[in-house]
């Protein structure tokens, strides 16, 4: 347990630990591990310090210099030799509050009063009922292939962190969650597999609906768009397996298992949670074209053959070229340079490559030279015939099938010649990286709309009203 009554911040964050493993007395360097408190969402923060154990105390000090005026939680105290580790998910009454700011309310009573603040907003009833006398449901949404470290509540939906999926099927895995975390003597049934992936759960809470699929629907909805956020701004994206859809009213569960198949590529990502909120609120009362192409960029990511993968991202370029209607506009070259011929200036005509080259240059030429933007993919040299390629096999798969011909026969024109020689498979890389122009395209496309989002959305800001007003 954390000792308050030795705990101070000032220059220094110093306080005493009662620990219960057995350790050398000495001094050691240590991580502590601190959450800071928003209105909605926490944010890990990992500083370095020293401290000294004598006995059963750890007397410890910590750099305050760069932590700003907010509410704070210490988590967790990790010896950098790894000789021990205090806190964490073997002690969860570990967490003890703090703050940097200047009133006499108790720290641990405002920590009580943010997380009472939130559980009522997150907990408020959603009535979906068309008169008013549905049943309450709690739908929990699995999801593999998100990494997240800490809870967080974005407005009406929460995320949070669950065991890996690892040599359990998702049945079992939703099993041993119905056991341990609802405390529910209810036990689905189905195949092993051995794949391993990070997962997370998703949570919507008191839906008020006529029945548990209509409640089902509303939190998939939710889900779906936050899951959309973490694709473009996390450069990953999670994939459901199952939900599971808990009846309060009549003590009742349901479980719904979706595709189990695999699709996509595990990405590691740090959280951000200020953005992610930002982007749901903002999304969830927009009717923004982007909101089509967030969706379109969810399929691509997930589609598995590769030929319809290009499809795919060429497509969503395409459409967010002819939203910005470039035809009709000069035709310039990378560095802007105006393109001419003996007839005189040439104009962007309605031509998806010139349309879409016409988008990545606005994008991208003023902060990048071509060599650095291509990050020599397979030793191509210019952006548009890069584009180039990815337009030809974007048609091929349109007019020809989802099978690569590569065919020096049948493919005889002057793109589909380049295409052939810059058909190149890596096959020492993991899978999801053997195309490197197929796997640059994914950034490009993922990039964009990041910054499509960020154009009409603007800057985010921290959420901290309610904090703000109680610790100053």
Excluded at 446 to 456: G, H, Q, R
Aim: hydrophobic fraction near 35%; glycine fraction near 6%; charged fraction near 25%.
């Amino acid at each position: 347990m954390f000792d308050k009554e030795s705990f101070d911040v000032d220059e220094k964050i110093t306080g005493v630990l009662n620990i219960d493993v057995s350790v050398q007395n000495g001094e050691y360097e240590l991580d502590f591990e601190l959450s800071r408190v928003y209105d909605w969402y926490d944010e890990r923060i990992v500083l370095s310090g020293n401290g000294s154990i004598n006995g059963e105390s750890l007397c410890f000090s910590i750099d305050n210099s760069k932590l700003e005026v907010g509410l704070y939680t210490l988590i967790k105290v990790v010896e950098k030799s790894e000789l021990f580790s205090i806190g964490g998910n073997d002690n969860n009454n570990f967490i003890s509050a703090f703050k940097i700011a200047g009133n006499n309310l108790n720290s641990s009573e405002l920590y009580k009063k943010v997380y009472s603040n939130r559980e009522k907003k997150f907990k408020e009833l959603k009535d979906l009922s068309s008169n008013g006398q549905g049943d309450i449901y709690d739908v929990f949404i699995f999801t593999k292939n998100i990494l997240v470290s800490t809870v967080a509540q974005y407005g009406d939906i929460q995320i949070f962190p669950y065991n890996e999926l690892g040599c359990l099927n998702e049945v079992n895995y939703v099993n041993d969650f119905i056991k341990k975390y609802l405390k529910i003597d209810l036990q689905f049934k189905g195949k092993f597999f051995s794949d391993c992936f990070p997962c997370s759960v998703f949570l919507v809470t008191n839906i008020k609906s006529d029945d548990d699929k209509k409640a089902e629907q509303y939190a998939l909805k939710k889900a779906e768009l936050l899951n959309s956020i973490f694709s473009i701004m996390l450069k990953s994206h999670g994939s459901f397996f199952a939900s599971l859809i808990v009846n309060k009213s009549k003590e009742m569960s349901g479980l719904n298992i979706f595709n189990t198949r695999y699709k996509g590529n595990l990405f590691l990502y740090k959280d951000q949670g200020h953005n992610v909120l930002h982007f749901y609120n903002s999304l969830s009362n927009s009717n923004s074209y982007l909101c089509v192409y967030l969706k379109l960029l969810k399929e691509a990511i997930d589609e598995e053959n590769r030929m319809m993968k290009y499809y795919r991202y060429w497509n969503i370029l395409e459409g967010v070229a002819d939203y910005y209607n470039y035809v009709g506009s000069e035709m310039k070259k990378w560095d802007g340079t105006v393109v001419k011929t003996k007839k005189g200036v040439l104009l962007i005509e309605n031509k998806s490559l010139d349309k879409v080259f016409e988008l990545i240059r606005v994008n991208y030429s003023q902060n990048n030279d071509e060599e650095f933007f291509l990050q020599n993919v397979d030793g191509i040299g210019k952006v548009k015939d890069f584009l180039s390629i990815c337009y030809q096999r974007r048609n091929c798969c349109a007019h020809r099938g989802e099978n690569c011909i590569n065919d020096s026969d049948r493919c005889v024109k002057k793109d589909e010649l380049q295409c052939i020689k810059y058909n190149i498979i890596h096959s020492d890389e993991p899978v999801g990286f053997q195309d490197r122009i197929l796997r640059r395209l994914e950034e490009l496309v993922i990039d964009l709309l990041t910054k499509e989002v960020n154009k009409e959305f603007g800057n985010f800001t921290k959420q901290t009203d309610f904090i703000n007003r109680i610790i100053s």
